[in-house]
């Protein structure tokens, strides 16, 4: 089984032209014209009133000085004796045949001392050659490739797992002893116990929801040297947000339904493609309609902090991904956004240590990914590499 890439596939020089060669000697044209050329080593030798082949094809010398040059013969001309043809078929493009050639090292072909040879027979079965080297190459890579993308799936399953047992900390070691001594932590209608002094809320115990708007596009007064962030919903990255690419007007905001956010406000998003996504505002922004913004309620003692929140909502991406589903494209409500269930520490600082902790252990897993990914492209520029070599004759 070949590891050339796609849509390649092993071939001889002979499988892919013709070999065939001249009988005519310089003195068999020396006093002949015509319009047709016939080429010797140095180029063409002269004009003869008829010709050999009549389509463009290779001709390489054989014998003598230059052996194993190659050059395009044009229509209807033809090569003296120390050259001979080569003719492409019909699946091969001449100007590729010439240019595997024209740098294929024909040394390790030569024979005799005196006048240098090159025969059809020795170099016919090179590509064999070379395919070998790539074939062996390309295997070693692809089994090194394997390895890196299996260690990309284990670090999304580490990940995963982080997030489990983070907000799942007695996990499976909870016992029936534990269970009565903090009665509280667990019931009936709660999905899993929790630690002492964590109690399970719903998202809208702890917050309140708020969605953006669109400016009219068509009042240019809306849009025209805004000032204002406008975030759209595909601008969010699983991470903090420092740009914003539009910006909106004053008049917009007095005008429209669009709302402005402190910086530190957490958002998902509700619909389409980026369903899903997550953001932390670094800026002030207004938002569209396809984002909800998570506020903190002036009248609620129990806080949350918003990346013990965002690593919490990560976590459960997947459920929410597939319970939204209505159509085509996941639709997020924000009833449903509201409803969800997170167990919550009542002390912040506990969020605090818990965010902390999943920040480092999220850098480490970003820097492994962005080292595996980089070991991934180094290989592919490696493939190609071996491959211009092969293309040029220097394996």
Known sequence: MTHLPQGWEVKTIEDVCKNSNSNLALKDI??????????????IVGYVDFFHKAQECLGIIKDGAGVG????????????????YLENNETTNLKYLFYFLKNLDFSKYILGSAIPHIYFRDYKKEQMRIVKILDSAFEKIDKSVELLK?????????AQSVLDRAFNPLGDSIDSTESTQNPSTHDTQSPYPLPQYWEWKTLGEIANTSSGSTPLRNRKEYWENGTIHWLKSGELNDSYINLVEEKITEEALKHSPVKLLDKGT?????????????GILNVQTTTNQAICAFLHKDSNNLKFFEKFLFYFLLSIRSKIISDSFGGAQPNISQAYIKSLQIPLPKDIKEQEQIAKHLDSTFERIKKLKELYNAQ?????????SLLTQAFSGKL
């Not at 020396?30 to 180029?43: E, I, L, R, T």
């Not at 957490?266 to 997550?278: E, N, P, V, W």
């Not at 991934?376 to 190609?384: A, C, S």
């Open 266 to 278: 957490l958002l998902i998003a509700m619909y389409g493609a980026t369903a899903g996504k997550l």
């Open 30 to 43: 020396k006093d002949k014209s015509g319009d047709y050329p016939v080429f010797g080593a140095s180029g």
């Open 376 to 384: 991934l492209q180094d290989y592919e520029e490696l493939k190609q």
């Open 69 to 84: 040059r190659v050059f395009v013969l044009p229509k209807q001309s033809s090569v003296i004796g120390t050259l001979s």
């Open 150 to 158: 299996a260690n990309l799936a284990n670090l999304d399953e580490l």
